[in-house]
């Protein structure tokens, strides 16, 4: 992952050769979907190759060697969503909680999810029980998770002045793996019993 001059990119080679990579340019405002559509390949080839041109590393190459350019779109989130259930029917995963593949717990999140949903509705006495003890199990986590991923987002927008800040700030901060244990390292007990609540409050954690 690269904190480039005009663009944020990341790269990894896969042990035949191929090289998958993508870029983050940053845009001073929001474009529609009708402008991100009339963008050709080649536009989007050009603009990479000019966003690109004052760094060092593969970048351009990656660029020029690329014979297929995906179009641009605009990446969301949803920080809270207000209704998870309503009577038989509830939401999992990106629907309930939609977050910036800055995370990278997207995939992790909706696996997470079912394997709760399935415990509670395994030990709750009824549907609606089932559905609020989920969610009083899951919002708080995926939350947390929604937000880190919009700060991870937001720091590959960095200034000119955060830019050459950047290197440094890393070798003087270095977090211990504990420092994100609560991402990385939770574990669901699949054994233990789900104790149904209608408080909103979690009854247990798995």
């Not at 940053?26 to 966003?51: N, Y």
């Not at 394997?115 to 395994?122: E, H, N, P, T």
């Not at 504990?178 to 007990?189: F, N, P, S, T």
């Amino acid at each position: 992952m690269v904190f480039g001059r005009g663009c944020f990119y990341s790269y990894i080679v896969h042990p035949d050769g191929d090289v998958w990579w993508f870029a983050n340019p940053r845009q001073p405002r929001e474009q529609t979907r009708e402008e991100l559509a009339a963008v050709t390949a080649e536009e989007w080839r050009a603009r990479l190759l000019d966003l690109f041109a004052e760094d060092d590393g593969p970048a351009r190459d990656l660029v020029t060697a690329t014979d297929e350019l995906f179009a641009g779109w605009n990446t969301y989130d949803f920080p809270k969503v207000p209704v998870w259930h309503r009577n038989r029917m509830i939401i999992v995963g990106d629907a309930a909680h939609a977050t910036s593949p800055a995370s990278g717990q997207g995939a992790s999140m909706a696996i997470e999810d079912a394997v709760v949903l399935a415990k509670c509705l395994r030990d709750a006495g009824d549907v609606h029980d089932a559905f609020t003890t989920y969610e009083s199990l899951r919002r708080h986590r995926v939350e947390r998770v929604v937000a880190q991923g919009k700060r991870n987002g937001d720091g590959k927008t960095l200034g000119p002045v955060m830019r050459h800040l950047l290197p440094l700030l890393f070798k003087l901060y270095r977090p211990g793996p504990e420092a994100m244990d609560w991402l990385y390292g939770h574990r669901i007990d699949w054994d233990s019993p789900v104790s149904p609540c209608s408080s909103g409050r979690p009854a247990t954690r798995g």
